[in-house]
Nanobody, 124 residues
Framework: QVQLVESGGGLVQAGDSLRLSCAAS????????MGWFRQAPGSEREFVAA????????KYADSVKGRFTISRDNAKNTVYLQMNSLRPEDTAIYYC?????????????????WGQGTQVTVSS
């Protein structure tokens, strides 16, 4: 079973950029599709982006298309989320998730393993 640890969150101003990282251990990383989700206070967890194990298929939520980029480095067992042009509405706890042998899915229930989350706060 893979374990996931997110990092890179913080407090930024609107228009700034952040890069989140999610380091995986305990499994063959390339076998896992990886997803990023976020959850704001009082809201349900929502899909942000996902990438297949080989990196050949990527999916984004409409709200982040053109601003966020998901990528992975299988040699480093890490998935990244580059977030540009951040907005106050991007404020949330960001979670990475893994699903073995799966597609780049936008449903939280499709994922088996979750990290502890990293807080992103965007001030206006």
């Amino acid at each position: 079973q893979v374990q996931l640890v997110e990092s890179g969150g913080g407090l930024v101003q609107a228009g700034d950029s952040l890069r989140l990282s999610c380091a995986a251990s305990g499994g063959t990383f390339s076998n896992y599709a990886m997803g990023w989700f976020r959850q704001a206070p009082g809201s349900e967890r929502e899909f942000v982006a996902a990438i297949r194990g080989t990196g050949t298929r990527i999916k984004y939520a409409d709200s982040v298309k053109g601003r966020f980029t998901i990528s992975r480095d299988n040699a480093k067992n890490t998935v990244y989320l580059q977030m540009n042009s951040l907005r106050p509405e991007d404020t949330a706890i960001y979670y990475c998730a893994a699903r073995i042998y799966g597609a780049a899915d936008d449903r939280p229930q499709a994922y088996d393993t979750w990290g502890q989350g990293t807080q992103v706060t965007v001030s206006s």
